[in-house]
Protein backbone atom coordinates (compact mmCIF):
# COMPACT_ATOMS: atom_id res chain seq x y z
CA UNK A 1 0.00 0.00 0.00
CA UNK A 2 1.14 3.54 -0.78
CA UNK A 3 2.72 5.16 1.99
CA UNK A 4 1.99 9.22 3.03
CA UNK A 5 5.54 10.31 3.18
CA UNK A 6 5.53 14.63 3.11
CA UNK A 7 8.79 16.63 2.90
CA UNK A 8 8.68 19.91 4.66
CA UNK A 9 11.59 22.24 3.49
CA UNK A 10 12.13 25.48 5.69
CA UNK A 11 12.92 28.85 4.68
CA UNK A 12 14.83 27.69 1.36
CA UNK A 13 15.34 31.54 0.26
CA UNK A 14 17.83 33.52 -1.59
CA UNK A 15 18.52 35.61 1.57
CA UNK A 16 19.84 32.44 2.79
CA UNK A 17 21.88 31.03 0.35
CA UNK A 18 25.15 31.32 -0.42
CA UNK A 19 24.62 31.87 -3.88
CA UNK A 20 27.70 31.22 -6.65
CA UNK A 21 27.56 34.69 -8.89
CA UNK A 22 25.64 32.91 -12.03
CA UNK A 23 23.00 32.78 -10.00
CA UNK A 24 22.88 36.26 -8.62
CA UNK A 25 20.83 38.54 -10.93
CA UNK A 26 21.16 42.36 -12.11
CA UNK A 27 19.57 44.56 -9.62
CA UNK A 28 17.47 47.40 -11.82
CA UNK A 29 19.40 49.96 -10.01
CA UNK A 30 22.33 48.86 -10.38
CA UNK A 31 24.80 45.81 -9.93
CA UNK A 32 23.39 42.88 -8.76
CA UNK A 33 21.48 41.44 -6.05
CA UNK A 34 23.37 39.13 -3.47
CA UNK A 35 21.91 37.21 0.21
CA UNK A 36 21.00 39.49 2.78
CA UNK A 37 22.17 36.08 5.27
CA UNK A 38 23.94 34.05 3.20
CA UNK A 39 24.61 30.61 5.01
CA UNK A 40 27.56 28.75 4.53
CA UNK A 41 26.29 25.28 2.24
CA UNK A 42 23.55 26.26 1.63
CA UNK A 43 23.31 26.27 -1.96
CA UNK A 44 24.65 22.94 -1.62
CA UNK A 45 21.81 21.77 0.67
CA UNK A 46 19.42 23.43 -1.85
CA UNK A 47 20.49 21.46 -5.12
CA UNK A 48 20.06 18.06 -2.55
CA UNK A 49 16.63 18.88 -2.05
CA UNK A 50 15.85 19.72 -5.63
CA UNK A 51 17.53 16.71 -7.10
CA UNK A 52 15.64 14.70 -4.08
CA UNK A 53 12.18 15.93 -5.77
CA UNK A 54 13.12 15.82 -9.19
CA UNK A 55 14.68 12.24 -8.99
CA UNK A 56 11.71 10.78 -6.40
CA UNK A 57 9.03 13.45 -6.28
CA UNK A 58 6.38 11.02 -7.56
CA UNK A 59 6.68 9.10 -4.15
CA UNK A 60 6.08 12.16 -2.03
CA UNK A 61 2.54 12.48 -0.96
CA UNK A 62 2.93 15.82 -0.22
CA UNK A 63 5.35 19.01 0.43
CA UNK A 64 5.37 22.28 2.43
CA UNK A 65 7.59 24.96 2.56
CA UNK A 66 7.93 27.68 4.76
CA UNK A 67 9.11 31.44 3.79
CA UNK A 68 10.16 33.76 6.28
CA UNK A 69 8.55 36.90 5.48
CA UNK A 70 9.53 40.06 6.90
CA UNK A 71 8.44 43.69 6.92
CA UNK A 72 11.86 45.67 6.48
CA UNK A 73 10.87 47.50 10.05
CA UNK A 74 10.86 44.74 12.19
CA UNK A 75 12.27 44.34 16.08
CA UNK A 76 14.93 41.73 14.63
CA UNK A 77 16.23 44.37 12.08
CA UNK A 78 18.72 47.27 12.61
CA UNK A 79 16.24 49.71 11.02
CA UNK A 80 13.98 49.56 14.28
CA UNK A 81 16.51 50.64 16.14
CA UNK A 82 19.17 52.84 17.40
CA UNK A 83 21.95 53.38 20.07
CA UNK A 84 22.46 55.73 22.79
CA UNK A 85 23.84 58.38 20.77
CA UNK A 86 21.16 58.05 17.81
CA UNK A 87 23.09 56.22 15.27
CA UNK A 88 22.51 53.08 13.26
CA UNK A 89 22.89 49.73 15.23
CA UNK A 90 24.83 47.51 13.51
CA UNK A 91 23.44 43.81 12.56
CA UNK A 92 24.63 40.41 14.91
CA UNK A 93 23.72 42.77 18.02
CA UNK A 94 22.04 41.06 20.45
CA UNK A 95 19.74 42.96 23.02
CA UNK A 96 19.03 42.51 26.55
CA UNK A 97 15.84 44.34 27.97
CA UNK A 98 18.29 45.48 30.57
CA UNK A 99 20.49 47.31 28.13
CA UNK A 100 16.93 49.15 26.97
CA UNK A 101 16.02 50.19 30.28
CA UNK A 102 19.98 51.30 30.46
CA UNK A 103 19.23 53.47 26.98
CA UNK A 104 21.99 51.52 25.11
CA UNK A 105 19.66 50.55 22.62
CA UNK A 106 16.44 51.87 22.07
CA UNK A 107 13.17 51.37 19.45
CA UNK A 108 13.40 54.50 17.12
CA UNK A 109 10.04 54.97 17.75
CA UNK A 110 10.00 56.07 21.61
CA UNK A 111 6.14 55.18 22.14
CA UNK A 112 7.12 51.78 21.55
CA UNK A 113 9.07 51.20 23.94
CA UNK A 114 6.39 49.84 26.54
CA UNK A 115 5.58 47.43 24.01
CA UNK A 116 9.10 46.45 23.13
CA UNK A 117 10.31 46.36 27.14
CA UNK A 118 7.58 43.86 27.56
CA UNK A 119 8.30 41.85 24.40
CA UNK A 120 11.95 41.14 25.69
CA UNK A 121 11.28 40.52 28.95
CA UNK A 122 8.58 37.26 27.76
CA UNK A 123 11.27 36.49 25.71
CA UNK A 124 14.06 36.33 28.16
CA UNK A 125 11.86 34.23 30.68
CA UNK A 126 11.15 32.02 27.94
CA UNK A 127 14.69 30.76 28.02
CA UNK A 128 15.05 29.86 24.41
CA UNK A 129 16.81 33.11 22.95
CA UNK A 130 17.86 36.80 23.21
CA UNK A 131 16.42 39.17 20.40
CA UNK A 132 19.16 39.27 17.51
CA UNK A 133 19.15 42.10 15.03
CA UNK A 134 19.91 40.48 11.54
CA UNK A 135 20.43 42.14 8.35
CA UNK A 136 16.98 43.01 7.05
CA UNK A 137 16.17 39.87 4.98
CA UNK A 138 13.74 38.24 3.50
CA UNK A 139 11.61 41.41 2.82
CA UNK A 140 7.92 40.95 1.39
CA UNK A 141 8.61 41.90 -2.30
CA UNK A 142 12.27 41.28 -2.68
CA UNK A 143 14.22 39.11 -4.61
CA UNK A 144 16.04 37.69 -1.36
CA UNK A 145 12.82 36.76 -0.04
CA UNK A 146 11.71 33.98 -3.14
CA UNK A 147 12.13 30.65 -3.36
CA UNK A 148 16.00 29.58 -4.40
CA UNK A 149 15.77 28.53 -8.22
CA UNK A 150 16.16 24.94 -8.58
CA UNK A 151 14.07 23.98 -5.25
CA UNK A 152 11.32 26.38 -6.85
CA UNK A 153 11.87 24.24 -10.52
CA UNK A 154 11.42 20.94 -8.55
CA UNK A 155 8.36 22.16 -6.83
CA UNK A 156 7.35 23.46 -9.90
CA UNK A 157 8.01 20.66 -11.83
CA UNK A 158 6.40 18.49 -8.99
CA UNK A 159 2.92 20.53 -9.32
CA UNK A 160 2.32 20.55 -12.97
CA UNK A 161 3.31 16.86 -13.14
CA UNK A 162 -0.02 16.44 -10.89
CA UNK A 163 1.36 15.13 -8.04
CA UNK A 164 -0.27 18.12 -5.51
CA UNK A 165 -0.53 21.41 -4.64
CA UNK A 166 2.80 22.70 -2.56
CA UNK A 167 1.61 23.98 0.75
CA UNK A 168 3.11 27.31 1.06
CA UNK A 169 3.48 28.67 4.70
CA UNK A 170 4.26 32.20 5.62
CA UNK A 171 5.30 33.24 8.93
CA UNK A 172 7.10 36.26 10.22
CA UNK A 173 5.02 39.38 8.86
CA UNK A 174 4.26 40.52 12.48
CA UNK A 175 7.05 43.01 13.21
CA UNK A 176 6.33 42.61 16.72
CA UNK A 177 8.25 39.80 17.41
CA UNK A 178 10.51 37.39 16.10
CA UNK A 179 9.52 33.68 14.10
CA UNK A 180 12.21 31.48 13.73
CA UNK A 181 9.39 28.78 13.96
CA UNK A 182 6.93 28.01 11.22
CA UNK A 183 4.70 26.80 13.29
CA UNK A 184 4.92 29.65 16.38
CA UNK A 185 6.23 33.08 17.06
CA UNK A 186 8.84 33.24 19.72
CA UNK A 187 6.26 35.50 21.81
CA UNK A 188 2.69 35.09 19.99
CA UNK A 189 0.69 38.15 19.48
CA UNK A 190 -2.89 37.48 21.01
CA UNK A 191 -4.51 39.80 18.66
CA UNK A 192 -2.56 37.71 16.14
CA UNK A 193 -3.70 34.42 14.56
CA UNK A 194 -0.81 34.35 12.55
CA UNK A 195 1.79 34.37 14.98
CA UNK A 196 0.03 31.66 17.69
CA UNK A 197 0.06 27.57 16.99
CA UNK A 198 -0.08 26.68 13.47
CA UNK A 199 -2.43 23.84 14.09
CA UNK A 200 -3.25 23.40 10.52
CA UNK A 201 0.06 22.72 9.85
CA UNK A 202 0.99 20.41 12.72
CA UNK A 203 -2.49 18.41 11.31
CA UNK A 204 -1.23 18.54 7.91
CA UNK A 205 2.05 17.21 8.93
CA UNK A 206 0.52 14.74 11.63
CA UNK A 207 -1.41 12.65 8.82
CA UNK A 208 1.18 11.34 7.33
CA UNK A 209 3.94 8.42 8.06
CA UNK A 210 6.87 10.14 7.04
CA UNK A 211 8.35 13.54 7.67
CA UNK A 212 11.29 14.56 5.91
CA UNK A 213 12.50 18.00 7.51
CA UNK A 214 15.16 20.27 5.62
CA UNK A 215 16.51 23.75 4.93
CA UNK A 216 17.71 26.45 6.59
CA UNK A 217 18.90 27.27 8.72
CA UNK A 218 19.73 24.43 11.15
CA UNK A 219 20.68 25.98 13.79
CA UNK A 220 17.59 28.64 14.19
CA UNK A 221 14.48 28.01 11.76
CA UNK A 222 15.15 24.48 11.52
CA UNK A 223 16.03 23.71 14.68
CA UNK A 224 12.97 26.21 16.18
CA UNK A 225 10.10 24.79 14.01
CA UNK A 226 11.41 21.02 14.69
CA UNK A 227 11.53 21.89 18.29
CA UNK A 228 8.12 23.17 17.82
CA UNK A 229 6.43 20.01 15.99
CA UNK A 230 7.92 17.64 18.32
CA UNK A 231 5.90 19.41 21.17
CA UNK A 232 2.62 20.04 19.26
CA UNK A 233 2.43 16.90 16.98
CA UNK A 234 1.69 14.04 19.97
CA UNK A 235 4.32 11.56 21.17
CA UNK A 236 3.24 9.07 18.96
CA UNK A 237 4.07 10.91 15.81
CA UNK A 238 7.02 11.94 16.83
CA UNK A 239 9.03 8.73 15.01
CA UNK A 240 7.54 9.78 11.99
CA UNK A 241 9.93 12.95 11.59
CA UNK A 242 13.34 12.59 10.11
CA UNK A 243 15.83 15.59 10.06
CA UNK A 244 17.60 15.39 6.27
CA UNK A 245 21.13 16.69 8.01
CA UNK A 246 22.76 17.06 4.62
CA UNK A 247 20.24 19.22 3.88
CA UNK A 248 20.74 21.89 6.00
CA UNK A 249 23.58 24.34 7.51
CA UNK A 250 24.48 26.13 10.67
CA UNK A 251 24.75 30.25 10.90
CA UNK A 252 28.13 30.63 11.39
CA UNK A 253 29.53 30.51 14.82
CA UNK A 254 26.41 28.44 15.58
CA UNK A 255 27.71 24.88 15.15
CA UNK A 256 26.98 23.54 18.77
CA UNK A 257 23.30 25.41 18.61
CA UNK A 258 23.15 22.98 15.53
CA UNK A 259 24.75 19.77 16.84
CA UNK A 260 22.80 20.08 20.64
CA UNK A 261 19.40 20.39 18.52
CA UNK A 262 20.11 17.27 16.91
CA UNK A 263 21.25 15.42 19.71
CA UNK A 264 18.11 16.41 21.72
CA UNK A 265 15.68 15.37 18.65
CA UNK A 266 17.75 12.02 18.92
CA UNK A 267 16.72 11.51 22.21
CA UNK A 268 13.11 12.44 21.60
CA UNK A 269 12.96 9.61 19.00
CA UNK A 270 13.51 12.15 15.93
CA UNK A 271 15.50 10.38 13.34
CA UNK A 272 18.34 11.76 10.80
CA UNK A 273 19.10 10.41 7.53
CA UNK A 274 20.71 12.00 4.12
CA UNK A 275 19.00 12.35 0.95
CA UNK A 276 20.94 9.41 -0.38
CA UNK A 277 19.43 7.31 2.78
CA UNK A 278 15.58 8.66 2.12
CA UNK A 279 15.87 8.28 -1.81
CA UNK A 280 15.21 3.85 -1.71
CA UNK A 281 12.19 4.56 0.38
CA UNK A 282 10.90 7.43 -2.23
CA UNK A 283 11.23 5.47 -5.17
CA UNK A 284 9.86 2.20 -3.53
CA UNK A 285 6.44 4.47 -2.71
CA UNK A 286 6.26 5.89 -6.14
CA UNK A 287 6.41 2.04 -7.57
CA UNK A 288 2.95 1.56 -5.51
Known amino acids: ?63 SVTLDS ?8 PTFWFDAGGAALAPFTEIAAADVRAGRYLPRRRDALPRVLAYLDTLEASGRYRLMVWPVHCEIGAWGHNIHADVRAACNGWQDAGFGAVNMVNKGENPWTEH ?59 EKLVLLTDCMSAVAGCDAQYHDFVRAMLRCGVQTASAADVLPELLANAAR
Request: glycine share 8%; aromatic share 4%.
Open 180 to 238: YSAVLAEVPDRDDPATQLNRGLIATLARNDRIYICGEAGSHCVKATTEHIVAHIGAANV
Open 70 to 77: HQRIDIAH
Open 1 to 63: MRRKLHLLVIDPQNDFCDLPAHYLPAHPLGGNEAPALPVSGAHADMLRIADLIKRAGRGLSGI
